[in-house]
T-cell receptor
Framework: DAGVIQSPRHEVTEMGQEVTLRCKPISGHNSLFWYRQTMMRGLELLIY????????DSGMPEDRFSAKMPNASFSTLKIQPSEPRDSAVYFC??????????????FGDGTRLSIL | GNSVTQMEGPVTLSEEAFLTINCTYTATGYPSLFWYVQYPGEGLQLLLK?????DKGSNKGFEATYRKETTSFHLEKGSVQVSDSAVYFCALSGEIFGTGTRLKVLA
C-alpha cells in the first residue's frame, strides 16, 4: 500500500518567493496533519484537518502560512512570502481518526525546504 | 493539559548495550501511548503502542509498558545494534509528541 506521499522532497528558493508543499494522505484516512521540524524547535504541529476541514491551526506561525485540503486525497501548505527562518523539514501525516485519538499517525518522508 | 516529557539526548551506547529512554506523561482520561522512530532523512514511523494501563507494546526487540501509577512509558531494548541509531519520539493520544531523543550506537 502507498504511504503518505509528499512533494517535492527538496526545495531551494530565494526569500520572498512563494513555496507550495504538497501531500497525498493514505487512502481512507480522514485526518491530516502538517508538521515542521527544526533542530532548534523540534517537531511542531502546524495544523490538522479532519474530513477536509481545518480543526486546529493554532500552530501556524503567522499569516504568511496557509494550508488547504480541497478533497480527501490532497493537501497543500503554502508560504508566501518565504523567509530564511522558514527553512526546515515539513512533514505531512495522516491517520484514521480525529486528533486526541488513539490512532497512530503515518508520516511522509518530508520536504526539506531551504530559503536563501 | 496533556503533555509528554522525554529524556534529553543524545544517548550514546556501545553495540549490545541495554537501552532505556524515559518518557513520562500528563493526561486526563486514558490516552493511548506511542513510540515512534525517525531514521535519517525519513519521516517518523510507529515503533510500538499501548492502549491501556499495564499494556506492553513491543516491536523489533523494543518494549514499553504503560504504567499508570508512575505515568510513564519508558522504551527499553536489551541489546542495541548500530542500525538502531535514530531519533525516538514518545507520543500521547496520537499527536502530542515529545521532543525526541537521539540514540547513537557505536560498533
Amino acid at each position: 500500500d502507498a504511504g503518505v506521499i509528499q512533494s517535492p522532497r527538496h526545495e531551494v528558493t530565494e526569500m520572498g518567493q512563494e513555496v507550495t508543499l504538497r501531500c497525498k494522505p493514505i487512502s481512507g484516512h480522514n485526518s491530516l496533519f502538517w508538521y515542521r521540524q527544526t533542530m532548534m524547535r523540534g517537531l511542531e504541529l502546524l495544523i490538522y484537518f479532519n474530513n477536509n476541514v481545518p480543526i486546529d491551526d493554532s500552530g501556524m506561525p503567522e499569516d504568511r502560512f496557509s494550508a488547504k485540503m480541497p478533497n480527501a486525497s490532497f493537501s497543500t501548505l503554502k508560504i508566501q512570502p518565504s523567509e530564511p527562518r522558514d527553512s526546515a523539514v515539513y512533514f505531512c501525516a495522516s491517520s484514521l481518526a480525529t486528533g486526541h485519538s488513539n490512532q497512530p499517525q503515518h508520516f511522509g518522508d518530508g520536504t526539506r525546504l531551504s530559503i536563501l | 493539559g496533556n503533555s509528554v516529557t522525554q529524556m534529553e539526548g543524545p544517548v550514546t551506547l556501545s553495540e549490545e548495550a541495554f537501552l532505556t529512554i524515559n518518557c513520562t506523561y500528563t493526561a486526563t482520561g486514558y490516552p493511548s501511548l506511542f513510540w515512534y522512530v525517525q531514521y535519517p532523512g525519513e519521516g517518523l514511523q510507529l515503533l510500538l503502542k499501548a492502549t491501556k494501563a499495564d499494556d506492553k507494546g513491543s516491536n523489533k526487540g523494543f518494549e514499553a509498558t504503560y504504567r499508570k501509577e508512575t505515568t510513564s512509558f519508558h522504551l527499553e531494548k536489551g541489546s542495541v545494534q548500530v542500525s538502531d541509531s535514530a531519533v525516538y519520539f514518545c507520543a500521547l493520544s496520537g499527536e502530542i509528541f515529545g521532543t525526541g531523543t537521539r540514540l547513537k550506537v557505536l560498533a
